[in-house]
């Protein structure tokens, strides 16, 4: 039964592909090397194209899109389509060691999958070490072609960014005049390859704070001392007065989560993932790890060369909480010029919207989702609960690592085999050993089966050496999840199965388990619930979206009837 579901699937695949519009893109990751924020050192740095960040990819709903990847940088890479489901394609997913074996310098690889069911911000980063930090880039998708003209001009079969051209856009019920893209990520001073030897070695204590945070690839860092000629200064986001504008957030962030505030503009929530929601005026975005948001802001009429400070404000951080030192940008009015701004607005007159105490869920409790989701799925019955609970430990060699039910990470596949080669060629059988909570110890997955309601529990645990418990963004590859509830302490399946503490659950592919205040008496602290449903099969990367952590081993793979 099981085979004839999945031979109707990969028929309907191929038919569908015959019958597409097929896009086609190069890009070429090479060594670059950059200096983002005016700092005194450049450093050396994977890139594609030359460019940081990366060029937009824009597609349309149905495309078969073909990227071909070529490496000629000095490490091995990947490239992951981050939000984009890759039905029947898993080995377009883009994760080395798992979909397939790492692209080694001098080769290439090419990914071929169809934009299936999906509309609206995703990015595409590197899947290896922490290269996702420089090779990122945004890929957005659009209803049609009319759209995709409109927002990006007249040169749609490659990559670029173009002024958008009349009349208004429209995508899904919103209509606006332009979009604008704000890709938010983190710069340090320091070689990439000493920072993950650290974070990997035994001289590992804690993540580090960025020395910027940068907006579209560009800051001013605070104690720089000299500005040249090569200093981009802070992004400028032009617009014209009394329109209707789509900003794209992208969390292209690897560690911080943030919130991000536009001076005088209010701004409407429309979409998170890739789903549009039911329009909610927000007084600031927050913004985590891998997710996305679109908002709609309304110009006034200011006149030519107003700017307004775009600012960012750090969130779930008690030790680096309030405005970011340099991770600004500006709104301009009018002007579109070389003109650059090289100084951070005076914190003591950036609004005040940011609560003084983080609030779990910020307010996606409140977000309703435009189209409602199956209620089969939504409401029907789990076939599984599959509890993830990662924990922060010292291993042997003083080496931090994550153990997932106390079970010691085994990184997947191996020199010559991708984990994808290893489960095709070994599928398990009846003798193959699965633990009591469904972890395949033969193929270090966990197996689900074809058509399944699928919970996910995030157990969030305080770091064995120091007690800490932080904010982790969990990010599904291969489906997107309904979020479905978030708790205190440890869940406890036989009193928690069927709370909902979101009464319209929201279809997101990033979702955080939240630290929450305990007390003493348990290591357990905060939980989120998501489901899936598995209509896809593959290897599907479920990991913390926070890097450091990822490569530290806080990661499970799906194994979905592959």
Same mark, same amino acid.
Not at 310 to 323: E, F, L, T
Not at 331 to 342: A, E, I, Q, V, W
């Given at each position: ?10 028929? &309907? ?282 908002? &709609? ?208 659950? &929201? ?56």
């Amino acid at each position: 039964m099981y085979r004839w579901i999945l031979l109707c699937i990969t028929f &309907l695949l191929y038919f569908e592909l015959a019958q597409a519009h097929i896009r086609h893109f190069e890009l070429e990751v090479k060594q670059s090397i950059v200096n983002p924020d005016c700092h005194n050192q450049s450093y050396s740095v994977p890139t594609i194209n030359g460019e940081f960040p990366a060029p937009i990819i824009r597609v349309v709903a149905d495309d078969v899109v073909e990227i071909v990847i070529i490496n000629n940088a000095n490490r091995p890479t990947s490239v992951h389509f981050h939000g984009i489901r890759q039905y029947g394609t898993t080995q377009s997913d883009g994760v080395a060691g798992i979909t397939q074996l790492a692209i080694q310098p001098g080769q290439s690889y090419v990914h071929r999958f169809q934009i299936r069911n999906q509309v609206g911000t995703y990015f595409y980063h590197a899947h290896v070490d922490l290269q996702d930090e420089t090779v990122q880039g945004p890929f957005i998708v659009y209803e049609n072609e009319e759209s995709l003209l409109k927002a990006s001009g007249v040169n749609v079969g490659g990559i670029g960014i173009h002024r958008a051209i009349s009349p208004l856009v429209s995508d899904g019920p919103f209509r606006y005049y332009q979009e604008r893209i704000l890709q938010w990520s983190e710069w340090w001073h320091q070689p990439m390859e000493d920072r993950y030897s650290y974070y990997m070695g035994k001289d590992y204590l804690f993540e580090q704070q960025a020395d910027s945070f940068l907006l579209n690839g560009k800051s001013v860092f605070s104690n720089t001392s000299t500005i040249d000629a090569t200093c981009n200064g802070f992004e400028i986001i032009d617009v014209e007065p009394n329109k209707v504008y789509r900003l794209r957030f992208i969390g292209a962030l690897t560690h911080r989560t943030l919130g991000i505030v536009i001076q005088s503009h209010p701004m409407t929530l429309i979409e998170i993932d890739g789903e549009y929601v039911q329009p909610k005026d927000i007084d600031y975005v927050e913004i985590s790890p891998g997710q996305r948001m679109s908002v &709609l802001i309304k110009t006034e009429n200011y006149p030519e060369g107003t700017i307004f400070p775009i600012s960012s404000n750090i969130r779930w951080n008690n030790q680096n909480s309030g405005y970011t030192t340099n991770g600004y940008g500006y709104l301009r009015y009018g002007k579109r010029d070389d003109t650059r701004l090289f100084e951070a607005p005076p914190v003591q007159l950036l609004p005040n919207v940011f609560p003084e105490q983080d609030t779990p869920g910020w307010v996606l409790p409140e977000v309703i989702p435009l189209f409602q989701g199956d209620e089969r799925i939504i409401n029907g019955k789990a076939a599984r609960t599959l509890k993830i609970a990662m924990q922060e430990v010292i291993e042997e060699g003083n080496l931090t690592r994550f153990r997932n039910n106390d079970r010691k990470h085994i990184p997947w596949g191996t020199p010559t085999m991708s984990l994808f080669d290893i489960v095709t060629s070994q599928p398990l059988t009846s003798q193959s050993r699965i633990e009591p909570d469904g972890f395949s110890i033969d193929h270090q997955t966990y197996p689900v089966g074809p058509l399944e309601i699928v919970d996910i529990v995030f157990q969030n645990k305080k770091i064995k050496d120091n007690g800490l418990c932080l904010i982790h963004p969990w990010h599904t590859h291969g489906h997107s999840h309904y979020l479905l509830a978030e708790g205190d302490g440890d869940y406890n399946h036989d009193i928690h199965k069927d709370l909902r503490t979101f009464s319209n659950p &929201l279809l997101k592919d990033v979702s955080n388990v939240y630290p929450r205040d305990v007390g003493d008496s348990t290591d357990s602290c905060g939980w989120t619930k998501v489901r899936i449903f598995t209509d896809n099969p593959g290897l599907w990367a479920i990991h913390c979206h926070i890097t450091a952590h990822m490569i530290q081993g806080k990661m499970i793979i799906l194994e979905e009837s592959p």
